[in-house]
């Protein structure tokens, strides 16, 4: 029987809220599969635009009932139609009859578009498990058992073309016309052996009997060639087999027969080889295999680079040695020899893409500086990368601190690949690419995905790993292989790291014809690297321009059935389950412009017009996919639709049947990551091959220099006193959740370093003052103290919590996010901020106040090969008199194409903040335009956490002070502007300058329903209103930092601001105002940003130091308590303050480190 039309199978919470809002009448239901409990559904159901959800649950007995309160006697239904026909009755618990069924939609036919492999037409619809509901088959009249035949026959003429077994289908397919009937009668009366399909089953496996004889024969009198004489085998019989054949059961002994030899001869032999060697005392030539051929030494490599303002000068990189050499233009002898141990620093100037500076050791107390400008961008990340490879081969770590992994996607057209891979495999090509100097650099990790794969699994691993051996002389191991058709992922490691993978899982999910057909869908893989967990993805698409609904939803299905990670956290979103995901394949999104258009964009190099017109970037600004993913630069054409055999042509006319097809070129391949906050990966290289041309679609490559944790292990036995225990210390917790229910929730937190996963006490208030939305709070008492395993700073700093918060009705997820435990450490309440995820919707915010307590005992720690490295803006002179911004160490790529706009942080988005208020004076304000002329590229971007000065919220201000809010200002749940002194009031809500442009993409609240909520709500009044400067009428004007009105917009830049402060704020830095800080403490600021150091200053700040008069006294404890953590930057910070007198530092407060 087909599924009433009210099942709507696994759709999220999200989607059946606004299903039931759509249709807007108490009284609305649906029925969707449950989230929580595997088997269970959920009864949505609409009564005074709150959503009320009901749990139905299975017995024993295959029962469904509602799930009640205790006490209350439960009402049991043999199937869902039953259950629902009973409670559109009234006075049945509910707190409405089920009056008005929302209909579920009829999707259309996956015609695929573009010709490739796939079928139109597909399954009827199917119900819940087991047809429309439990226990339907077992009463279904004939009309019912008919139409359950023709399903099964239609799903089986559908896998008939995939199968090569057609003499065999063609037995099931007679079983299923004519005898299926006769074995769901016989069931209906109480019979479970099904006779008429042990007969069909005999009938098609009559050859296999001959063919088992044939091998048990062969693996018997191979097994007594080396076992004593015994009886001949009596095959034992299964005790527990349904069926009644003999014939059938005869055939499953023979196969058990098989199994057990094949899986115990080899052991056999080797007992037998084994005994005869010992009996006879024989001595065997030792047969040690054939040693790794040694990998290809570095050779040493030069180059070119100015030194000063012109002179000219060569740098050679001995990675070998491990000595960096500098010689001046026409000298024959290096004027100075640095080794790797004496090397300090290695700061990236962002402004200057080609610039790098040096710092290294002289001598004991001096260290000193070279700046080097290379002819280009690439050649300077060629020098870096191979001063890194330095460090990493003469560091003397057990295990890794940095990896490198390649991430190559292709779908190779159903043709076989060329006989060498070499662009690919070593990223050359177009786009961002890597330099010649260090493209042969082996990876660490290479994860290879390809589509239209006509090669066999065996032999295309064979292919990767021999290609692989040529040009790196590495043999790689496989650690994993996963197919669905034609898709393919394979994931090799150096041999060196075999022992460090773990947990290794695969997975693959169709989402072809009705999701049944593996034509389309995604393979993925997962595996601990030490203590790092990587997740990977590969993904083909539905096909055709129009169809970006199929794709986000092909999207959304992998993203809900992808098996993967560790299965203690499957209830979370699968882009929360691993420390690094990356997602990639051919995703199939096109390019929404004239093809005659595109053509001459393309001709031009002008992506970036492209790219704006990009579906994939369309729907990831309206937030419909790859919420939080990260994709590199792309500069680099189109990847598809080639003409084979060239890269010189589209072709972008493809003639069927039906008509012309206009395939415009597009990326349709692409590589995408998400990484845990705070931990380190840096993309080196996003591109594709120019040589490889037997497909019409073109390889894509990236690149990545990644982070790993090892397994720690403490240098102290874990203490027994609570003072030797860290602790996770919350003080408040709030959150709000679009939704339409009103239901009392709890937080579960899951994390490697707890034992087990706790949980809170239900939230201590809630509020839903706007339809849609629910804001919950959680006090210190109702909030649980964590203990983790470990308490040493070190391993801590790594680890991450995850969060979920659940339904106390229905135990099922309103959103989970993950925070960083790193820059809660201190024993100050520090403040985080993030969004809310599920199912791959952004579902809300969260907000609140923890501390991580470490004891003083466990504080040491060492820099990781990665912190060495750091990033600078701007030179120092061209940043006079301005406060450096705040920059974590490491390179973040944007989130989005510069065409795209940021998504704002969840604190100025009136779609999860929107009750806080927001009065009409804001949203007029005159100078917003002016801000808002600017070009997307140049407006604000995200930026790194800053720490709260904060002390403890107070009991009766349970969120406490709350930091300024910048229009457009940084996200990843990161305090924006924080204020040196107390903890002071946030402005309210403000308008985003997206939705003052337009109503851009489908965000949660459009702009205009914004503005009518926000004027019922908070309308404001010349009584109680303040000004736009900050000043209250009939009051002196207030400043800035002591207090700012609740209703006064974000501050403005300071008209003494200069240019590279504006730029610094376009690269998404939280900045000071110049008069937040005196000169002192913006001349320590600007000194510490010349040694590539100024992560450091808001941690100096907050611990007091913040006048030079007092900086030189301080010790290397101190800076531990400030926050600088790396030893190397401790010992940098203080000879560097050896170096120079409090006088020199006043009098030059942007004193160059080599001056």
Request: hydrophobic share 35%; with cysteine; proline share 6%.
């Amino acid at each position: 029987m087909a599924a009433a039309s009210w099942y709507h199978r696994d759709i999220s919470r999200v989607v059946a809220e606004e299903l039931l809002a759509k249709a807007g009448k108490d009284g609305c239901f649906l029925v969707r599969d449950s989230e929580s409990v595997s088997g269970a559904y959920a009864l949505c159901l609409l009564f005074q635009w709150h959503v009320h959800t009901y749990r139905i649950l299975p017995d024993d007995e295959g029962l469904l009932s509602v799930q009640t309160v205790q006490g209350i006697q439960a009402k049991c239904f043999h199937s869902l139609a039953d259950l629902v026909g009973a409670y559109q009755q009234p006075n049945n618990g509910l707190v409405t009859p089920l009056l008005y069924p929302v209909h579920r939609a009829r999707e259309a036919a996956d015609e695929d578009s573009d010709g490739e492999e796939g079928r139109s037409g597909g399954p009827a619809d199917a119900g819940p498990p087991g047809g429309a509901a439990p226990g339907a088959w077992a009463g279904s009249t004939h009309t019912g058992r008919a139409h359950i035949s023709q399903q099964l026959h239609l799903r089986l003429q559908e896998q008939v073309h995939s199968s090569p077994a057609s003499d065999f289908m063609g037995f099931m397919a007679e079983y299923l016309t004519h005898h299926l009937q006769l074995d769901l009668e016989a069931l209906r009366n109480g019979n479970l052996q099904l006779r008429h399909l042990s007969t069909a089953l005999v009938t098609a496996c009559r050859g296999l009997h001959s063919e088992i004889d044939f091998a048990l024969a062969g693996l018997e009198t191979l097994a007594k060639v080396f076992d004593p004489p015994a009886p001949p085998r009596s095959p034992t019989r299964e005790q527990d087999l349904l069926t009644s054949d003999p014939d059938l059961e005869l055939l499953l002994s023979k196969i058990s027969t098989v199994n057990n030899l094949l899986s115990s001869l080899e052991k056999k032999v080797l007992r037998s080889l084994q005994e005869t060697v010992s009996k006879h005392n024989l001595a065997l030539p030792s047969v040690a295999t054939a040693p790794l051929p040694p990998t290809k030494p570095m050779a040493v490599q030069n180059f070119e680079v100015k030194v000063g303002k012109s002179q000219r000068a060569a740098v050679m990189v001995d990675v070998e040695s491990g000595t960096v050499a500098i010689t001046k233009k026409g000298s024959g002898t290096p004027e100075e020899t640095i080794p790797q141990d004496k090397i300090l620093q290695l700061i990236k100037y962002q402004s200057v893409q080609s610039k790098v500076r040096l710092v290294y050791d002289r001598d004991q107390n001096k260290s000193l500086s070279r700046d080097f400008i290379f002819p280009n961008a690439r050649k300077r990340e060629a020098f870096c990368q191979l001063l890194q490879l330095m460090k990493i081969q003469h560091s003397n770590l057990d295990e890794p601190d940095l990896i490198s992994v390649y991430i190559g996607t292709w779908n190779m057209g159903s043709t076989p690949p060329p006989r060498s891979l070499a662009s690919w495999l070593t990223s050359r090509g177009l786009g961002r690419t890597q330099d010649e100097t260090t493209a042969c650099i082996p990876h660490d990790i290479y994860v290879i995905g390809t589509q239209e794969n006509s090669l066999g699994d065996r032999e295309w691993v064979e292919f990767l790993r021999a290609s692989l051996k040529t040009l790196m002389s590495i043999d790689y191991r496989v650690v994993a292989l996963q197919c669905l058709w034609s898709i393919k992922i394979v994931v090799l490691v150096k041999p060196e790291h075999e022992r460090r993978i773990s947990h290794v899982n695969t997975s693959s999910v169709k989402t072809g014809i009705a999701n049944t057909l593996g034509n389309k869908g995604a393979v993925g893989v997962s595996f601990l690297f030490n203590g790092t967990s990587f997740g990977f993805v590969n993904c083909h698409l539905a096909s055709g321009s129009e169809k970006i609904h199929r794709r986000n939803q092909n999207y959304s299905d992998i993203l809900r059935s992808l098996v993967l990670g560790d299965k203690r956290l499957s209830a979370f979103d699968l882009t929360l389950r691993f420390t690094h995901l990356f997602w990639f394949g051919d995703l199939n999104y096109r390019l929404n412009m004239d093809v005659q258009d595109i053509l001459a964009h393309v001709t031009k190099r002008e992506f970036e017009a492209l790219l704006a017109v990009d579906q994939l970037n369309l729907e990831r600004e309206k937030n419909k996919v790859f919420l939080r993913f990260n994709e590199g630069d792309i500069s680099f054409p189109p990847t598809y639709r080639y003409e084979r055999g060239s890269r010189d042509n589209y072709i972008w006319q493809k003639f069927k049947t039906t008509g012309m097809r206009i395939n415009v070129p597009s990326w349709c391949d692409r590589i995408l990551w998400k990484s845990h906050p705070e931990t380190h990966i840096v993309c080196n290289s996003y591109g594709c091959t120019d040589d490889i041309v037997t497909s019409d679609h073109s390889p894509v490559f990236a690149t990545f220099e990644v982070g790993v944790t090892s397994q720690f292990v403490p240098k102290k036995a874990p203490g027994s006193s609570p003072e030797s225990l860290a602790c996770i210390e919350w003080e408040s917790i709030e959150v709000i959740v679009k939704t339409a229910s009103r239901s009392k929730c709890y937080i579960e937190f899951h994390s490697y370093c707890l034992e087990e996963p706790q949980r809170s006490g239900e939230n201590t208030s809630q509020s839903c003052d706007i339809p849609g939305f629910l804001k919950l709070s959680w006090s210190a008492k109702h909030l649980p103290m964590l203990h983790p395993i470990l308490s040493d700073l070190e391993y801590l700093g790594d680890q991450h919590l995850l969060l979920s918060i659940k339904g106390t009705e229905s135990c099922e997820s309103y959103g989970e996010c993950c925070i960083a435990m790193r820059s809660m450490i201190g024993s100050m309440a520090q403040q985080f901020e993030t969004f809310l995820f599920h199912r791959g919707e952004e579902t809300g915010s969260m907000r609140g106040w923890m501390k991580v307590r470490v004891p003083k005992d466990r504080r040491s720690t060492r820099e990781r090969l990665y912190e060495w490295i750091s990033f600078k803006e701007e030179d120092a002179e061209a940043v006079a008199d301005v406060p450096t911004c705040s920059k974590l160490p490491g390179h973040r790529v944007r989130s989005r194409p510069h065409s795209i706009p940021d998504t704002a942080s969840s604190y100025t988005n009136p779609a999860y903040f929107i009750f806080e208020g927001l009065p009409n004076t804001w949203a007029l304000a005159p100078d917003i335009p002016e801000a808002l002329h600017r070009p997307f590229n140049e407006r604000q971007r995200e930026g790194p956490r800053r720490r709260s000065p904060a002390p403890p919220p107070m009991e009766e201000e349970p969120w406490g002070g709350r930091p300024c809010s910048v229009v457009g200002g940084p996200g990843h749940g990161r305090q924006l502007s924080p204020l040196p002194v107390g903890r002071q009031k946030r402005p309210k809500s403000a308008v985003l300058e997206r939705d003052l442009l337009a109503a851009v993409g489908d965000c949660s609240l459009t702009a205009l329903h914004m503005a009518r909520c926000l004027s019922e709500l908070d309308r404001v009044s010349p009584e109680r209103g303040s000004r736009l400067d900050g000043s209250v009428a009939g009051g002196p004007k207030v400043q800035l930092r002591q207090t700012r009105s609740a209703l006064e917009p974000p501050p403005r830049g300071c008209p003494e601001m200069s240019g590279p402060t504006r730029d610094a704020q376009r690269h998404g830095h939280a900045t000071e105002w110049p008069c937040d800080r005196g000169d002192r403490s913006r001349s320590i600021g600007a000194w510490l940003s010349h040694l590539g150091l100024e992560q450091y200053k808001e941690g100096l700040y907050e611990n007091g130091w913040d006048d030079l008069e007092f900086f030189r006294d301080i010790t290397e404890q101190d800076l531990l308590e400030a926050g600088v953590l790396s030893p190397t930057h401790r010992k940098l910070i203080q000879a560097k303050l050896r170096e120079s007198s409090t006088e020199s530092l006043q009098q030059r407060p942007y004193l160059k480190p080599n001056a």
